[in-house]
């Protein structure tokens, strides 16, 4: 890709305010400024504490909910955009070729997915049905079935929490190859500040409650050369700076 291609912008988001409303209950200020652009070939990590308005930005950004002070541009929809969720949601009853097909839109369900399959590592796995598959597994079911949209931004809510190392550390390397591969912009939310140091080209850190970006943080040592002591040493520096955001 092109230093301009890098440096151009699919989406920017600025939500100024998102407060909650419900009948007899108090408002709930969800998000107070909150502004980021996303680029090709890029992995951005959204950290900051429980509650604090992450998935509330998520839904934002995703087109989900409209009411909000700010703007989402341009429609997200028209750029290209696909969410894997924490829990994998596959249809026990289909296969995972048939799971990954159904959620493309019918006049596409017929493409050729093969290369897919086998950049995920699940080419062997295609006619077994998802009760078969580890949580891993069904979470690079996910994935494909995400990717099989071939959409430009990817959003990705905690993909790797509850995994083991292995696992975790498996779909973490599809994710980054995703990036070279297809250029796919991605934006994931994640609470494991080591997971985010180790493959994202940029922190934004959100405080508590209601979520106000804090710091953006670029991380431009290459990914390759990103050992022990840049983790530490990076980790060490952000916990001392916003300490309500990154434990020691
Ligand atoms: N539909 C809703 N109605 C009212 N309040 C809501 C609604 N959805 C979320 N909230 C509140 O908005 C705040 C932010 O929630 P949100 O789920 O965006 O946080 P989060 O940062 O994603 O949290 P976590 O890290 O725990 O997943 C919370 O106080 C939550 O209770």
């Given at each position: 890709?092109?230093?301009?291609?890098?440096?151009?912008?699919?989406?920017?988001?600025?939500?100024?305010?998102?407060?909650?409303?419900?009948?007899?209950?108090?408002p709930?200020?969800?998000?107070?400024?909150?502004?980021?652009?996303?680029?090709?070939?890029?992995?951005?990590?959204?950290?900051?504490?429980?509650?604090?308005?992450?998935?509330?930005?998520?839904?934002?950004?995703?087109g989900?909910?409209?009411?909000?002070?700010?703007?989402?541009?341009?429609d997200?929809?028209?750029?290209?955009?696909?969410?894997?969720?924490?829990?994998?949601?596959?249809?026990?009853?289909?296969?995972?070729?048939?799971?990954v097909?159904?959620?493309?839109?019918?006049e596409?369900?017929?493409?050729?997915?093969?290369?897919?399959?086998?950049?995920?590592?699940?080419?062997?796995?295609?006619?077994?049905?998802?009760g078969?598959?580890?949580?891993?597994?069904?979470?690079?079911?996910?994935?494909?079935?995400?990717?099989?949209?071939?959409?430009?931004?990817?959003?990705?809510?905690?993909?790797?929490?509850?995994?083991?190392?292995?696992a975790?550390?498996?779909?973490?390397?599809?994710?980054?190859?995703?990036?070279?591969?297809?250029g796919t912009?991605?934006?994931m939310?994640?609470h494991?500040v080591?997971e985010?140091?180790?493959?994202?080209?940029?922190?934004?850190?959100?405080?508590?409650r209601?979520?106000?970006?804090?710091?953006?943080?670029?991380?431009?040592?290459?990914?390759?050369?990103?050992?022990r002591?840049?983790?530490?040493?990076?980790?060490?520096?952000?916990?001392?700076?916003?300490?309500?955001?990154?434990?020691?």
């Amino acid at each position: 890709m092109s230093a301009a291609g890098a440096e151009s912008t699919l989406l920017t988001v600025r939500v100024d305010r998102k407060v909650y409303r419900r009948a007899r209950t108090e408002p709930v200020e969800a998000v107070r400024g909150l502004a980021f652009s996303l680029r090709p070939a890029e992995i951005t990590c959204l950290i900051g504490p429980s509650g604090a308005g992450k998935t509330t930005t998520l839904r934002i950004l995703l087109g989900l909910d409209h009411d909000f002070e700010g703007a989402v541009t341009p429609d997200p929809n028209a750029v290209g955009i696909a969410m894997v969720f924490q829990d994998p949601r596959l249809l026990p009853w289909r296969t995972i070729e048939q799971n990954v097909r159904l959620g493309l839109p019918r006049e596409r369900r017929g493409r050729d997915l093969d290369g897919l399959f086998e950049a995920l590592g699940l080419a062997p796995w295609r006619d077994r049905f998802p009760g078969a598959l580890s949580l891993g597994m069904q979470r690079r079911v996910a994935l494909a079935r995400a990717l099989a949209l071939e959409p430009r931004i990817l959003v990705l809510d905690e993909p790797f929490v509850s995994l083991d190392d292995a696992a975790a550390a498996g779909l973490r390397a599809l994710v980054v190859e995703t990036v070279a591969r297809m250029g796919t912009s991605i934006l994931m939310v994640t609470h494991n500040v080591g997971e985010a140091l180790e493959i994202a080209d940029r922190l934004l850190l959100v405080s508590a409650r209601p979520a106000t970006l804090l710091a953006t943080v670029p991380l431009d040592r290459p990914r390759g050369q990103r050992d022990r002591g840049f983790l530490e040493s990076t980790r060490a520096d952000l916990a001392a700076r916003f300490p309500g955001v990154i434990a020691q």
